[in-house]
DNA sequence: ATTGATTTTGAATTCAAATTCAACTATTTT
DNA sequence: AAAATAGTTGAATTTGAATTCAAAATCAAT
């Protein structure tokens, strides 16, 4: 319900520039202590210490913590759903560089604030309204290809609801891989050094693989190149 | 830490047969309101009163509440993992049985409890170790085809590591579908009214054609038949 | 430079929930 | 059936953090 952007005033909120910087500092503070040690171990003190302030100025600004995380979280997340944005260098019918696209700002939210991003995931399994909020720019994301799907495959007639529920399950490919990735620093996927390009390009490879039962045009990869290969079903090697 | 199996005696734990009903009857409260709640919620009087017993008793039994939480999920969780168990029905060789074979459990699970899935996840984000020891065991499932994967592209030299990468993006496929289908009832999703099976069968689908290029054979297919068309990446409809 | 409004402080208070524990009950042992 | 042991109760206490608020500081306007 609050709104999204910094300097406003509703009540309780700001009276005067002063006022507008000190609120907009505890907001920068609490994405700090947010990226560093999450919602659920957040105190108020934190915050304030922080932000360098009084712990009572919290409540001349914040309602609650639960209010201002939500508030800060969501400026950190609105600029990601504004598909004009993503898709700006995208080449007209370019379905791999327009999959990349999205994927590349994914993971980036993941490599640049892993601590953020788990937030994100924190206070949609608290907040139900929150929860709503991102799901409902996910899906929009979403639709766009699912939309689409109907056209690009004219030879199958698609089931009720069928188009979404296979592109949710494609969308998914990066969610466990990015987590692990740069929110749990697994060691062991961090055996192989990889940048935040590579990982976009292998995300949006098996997307496509998926999609379109095809591998990406060769010359757009450099990662997953190598895995055009890995194709057919040979029945003789089992096991 | 803490061992995995009901009844054993480590200081704190029971000496009588009673005092292990008594303790078992505390775990199975916890599992009730873990469902209900989740975790950040549950309280020790919730429990409790679940269990119909006073709050103090709780003491004689646990620690605290994420002790209680991480046995009552490590119980949960552990018969999940058993390899020979979930592959035993499946025909040598047969990869699409083969792997949805896992997914069936996975899929069951967020059917059957989906808030405790929702548990084991808001645990691994509390509890480092807890962490370890479901990623550990993820890891673990996945291995099996990892290690394949050599023999099974012989033409594909996978690069440090890659392997594995494209497991778990391949992995990942179910996560977000899952999640928002039943931990969070999705009303859109829920629109095309689902079983397990076809859930299964979708996700199986998909996997199966990012790893072989294919689609599966027909004959196994019921809700993902008519996906089979869904191929190739046609230059002129564009849009 | 005085006034009045706004911002800021930090110690005191409140609050929800965890934790303790002395007394009580049930069960087993001798 | 008395004694010993184990299990159970729930009211009283402790804890840790949120919340309040009277007083002090700052600032803008006249």
């Known amino acids: 319900m609050s709104q999204s952007t910094a300097t406003e005033f509703d009540t309780s909120q700001t009276r005067s520039a002063r006022g507008a910087a000190a609120r907009a500092n505890i907001k920068r503070a609490a994405l700090n202590v947010l990226e560093q040690v999450g ?6 003190a934190d915050v304030t210490r922080e932000a360098g302030v ?3 100025l919290f409540y001349h600004y914040f ?3 639960k209010t201002l995380t939500i508030e800060v979280l969501t400026d950190f997340a609105n600029p990601a759903t504004d598909v004009e944005t993503i898709e ?13 696209a999205h994927n ?14 788990r937030c994100l995931l924190q206070m949609a399994d608290e907040d139900a309204e929150f929860s709503d909020l991102l799901r409902t720019a996910y899906r929009e994301q979403l639709m766009w290809l699912v939309k689409l799907m109907p056209r690009m495959f004219p030879g199958v007639r698609f089931k009720r609801g069928q188009a979404l529920m296979v592109v949710y399950s494609l969308a998914g490919i990066g969610e466990g891989l990015l987590r692990e990735y740069f929110v749990n620093n697994s060691a062991t996927l961090h055996n192989s050094k990889l940048q935040v390009d590579d990982i ?10 998926a999609l379109f039962l095809e591998h990406p045009p ?4 450099k990662y997953t190149r190598n895995l055009a290969a890995m194709a ?4 003789k090697r089992e096991l």
């Open 88 to 100: 700006k260098d995208v080449p007209r019918g370019d379905w791999y560089a327009r999959i990349y």
């Open 63 to 65: 309602k609650d913590l």
């Open 200 to 209: 976009t390009e292998l995300l949006t490879t098996m997307f496509y693989r």
């Open 54 to 56: 009084a712990q009572g």
């Open 104 to 117: 590349h700002l994914v993971v980036s939210s993941y490599a640049n604030r892993p601590g953020v991003m």
């Open 39 to 44: 919602y659920h171990k957040m105190r108020i």
């Open 232 to 235: 057919g079903h040979d029945e």
């Open 218 to 221: 060769a010359k757009a990869l």
